[in-house]
């Protein structure tokens, strides 16, 4: 990539300024405050630092993708962020609210198909509904519109292992939908889906978010995923779970995939690899990438490059 | 190895699992050279102790043979036979029909169909019993560490001693009649029952746990929504392969305090050596423990259609 032809990734154009401006004058929806979280070690002395002192606000309806290197502890604050842990220090505000354990305020997606396999795809739909004293048939009706939404009412009486993993994310997210959620989480949702479906499945996510009022923080270790999505990256570094920088994706609105060549879209790209890769170097301590040299098993002129 | 085989050759590979053990049995049978260790004197010459019907060793029988021809004495005779205790197949299907219609040796004692429904009725209470504590324990022994703790120790201890040492106290306390049997299927059941139930609930995935809290579920409904419907597959499995280990506790439990049901028959036929009769009786008990299985199995793939490991391979 030619650092030198990019423009400041902190550019922006009169319309994306104005969006920003728009988007920062909306109420806040989600306040994290100085939060720290540490684990104790196997022998029960030893603390490891996950996150120190992290602080940034999310408006209402704002994309917020977060990033980082392995271990900087992204999946533990959207953890926090569900209420599925608790932190050390810090104020978590949903929607001036403190957060107090898991809620229906927040729904949450997770990277593993948590769809219950017991329960048709309707069923699962109607899940958090029910829990929270909605009567069969309010459950049942409520369930299909946003079966229909995601355009999966065909499939209502399906199970879900008869599923595909794109469809179970669909499911996933209308499930976590149905309880009309203030904030949606989304810990790497497409992580493990093929890279088409993982395409198709980021532009339905934007159509989502477009038609309806959430406020969305979004987990991902794949960058073109976090600026074709985000409004804002909050990037995280590792060793203790730091903020790094809160950058304002340049790219303007609606996004589509041929955005991925813009002068915008590669200078954000170059800063936010700038600021992964810099801070860990070639090796990092837990050895991902660095490889052991590998003898030669083939014969002397076999040779493929 | 385990590559996925057609619907016929899964049926013919299960006929052929009964199959062969019956023509191993049929060749031992109905093949004299194969094994026939005794010979059936059908005329007993003139060796004074030798009676038509009877069953002599073949080393005694060619002894017995050389002394009357060195003697000039009518030759005894005999076909070769095997011992009594190991009928022919013909004689044990034969025997599936006439246990029924003999009637019983002892007058007033129980026919074979009564002798069977006493046998059910006990394993049938046992279970019922041993499950009706066993289940919910092993329920919470999965889902909570501290009921985990409390009560795990002790079982693992006392699932290692053998239930039929429990005999004489359970006959001191419930009597001499079906008590005591339906205690020891009980013992025998109960402590395996709470650990296989208790680590099939520790197996639920805990990400589902999860997302159900996410989407606001609390505590109490998480039993009821989530861990009992996620695991009610598992238990179902378990509870088939437990029902399996509760009748192999049958005929002991049932030597305890007044032989009864099944037990009694097989020991009344074997004492008149109605070997053909026994085998019966004890092939009826496994055709009624194959078939309960295979209703429940089938019965399993109704209930839990979501069930892979189910509905695929048995």
Known sequence: MDDMMLPSYLAQDPQVRARFAKLKARDVMLSVKGLTKSFKGANGQSETVALKGIDFDTHRREFLCIVGPSGCGKSTLIRILAGLETQNEGQLLVDGKPVKGPGRDRGMVFQGYTLFPWLTVHKNVMFGLQVNGAGRSTAEREAAQWLDLIGLEKFADAYPHQLSGGMKQRVAIARALANQPRVLLMDEPFGALDAQTRARMQAYLLEIWRKIDITIVFITHDLDEAIYLADRILVLKPHPGEVQEMIEVPVPRPRSMAQGITPEFLATKARLEELIHSEHGGADETGEDSYPAIARLVAVDDDVE | ?314
Request: with cysteine; charged share 10%; hydrophobic share 50%.
């Open chain 2, 1 to 314: 190895m385990r590559s996925s085989l057609s619907p016929r050759a899964r049926l013919l590979l299960g006929i052929m699992s009964f199959c062969l053990p019956i023509m191993v049995w049929a060749a031992v049978s109905y093949i004299p050279f194969l094994w026939h260790p005794q010979v059936l004197i059908t005329d007993p010459g003139q060796v004074d102790y030798f009676q038509p019907g009877m069953r002599v060793g073949a080393g005694v029988f060619a002894d017995e043979l050389k002394s009357a021809r060195d003697q000039h004495q009518k030759l005894p005779t005999g076909i070769p036979a095997n011992p009594i205790y190991l009928p022919a197949p013909h004689e044990v299907l034969m025997a599936f029909y006439t246990a029924f219609t003999t009637p019983p040796a002892t007058a007033g004692g129980p026919w074979l169909h009564q002798s069977l429904w006493h046998s059910i009725q006990v394993i049938f209470w046992g279970f019922v019993i041993s499950s009706a504590i066993g289940v919910p324990l092993g329920v919470m022994c999965g889902a909570s560490l501290a009921v985990s703790r409390l009560a795990e120790p002790f079982i693992e201890f006392f699932r290692y001693l053998p239930a039929p040492a429990f005999g004489p106290l359970c006959i001191a306390i419930l009597g001499i009649y079906d008590g005591p049997k339906v205690a020891i299927i009980v013992i025998g059941t109960l402590f395996q029952q709470v650990l296989i139930i208790a680590n099939s609930t520790r197996k639920l995935d805990p990400a589902l746990v999860e997302a159900a809290l996410t989407l606001g579920t609390k505590r109490l409904q998480l039993l009821w929504r989530v861990v009992v419907p996620g695991i009610m597959a598992d238990i179902y499995r378990d509870q088939r392969i437990l029902l399996g280990w509760a009748w192999t506790y049958l005929i002991v439990a049932e030597l305890i305090g007044t032989v009864s049901g099944i037990t009694w028959f097989i020991t009344q036929q074997a004492r008149y050596q109605h070997f053909a009769t026994m085998y019966a009786a004890i092939f009826m008990i496994g055709i009624i423990g194959l078939g309960c299985d295979l209703v429940l199995a089938w019965l399993g793939r109704r209930l839990f259609p979501w069930d892979r490991s189910l509905t695929g391979a048995r």
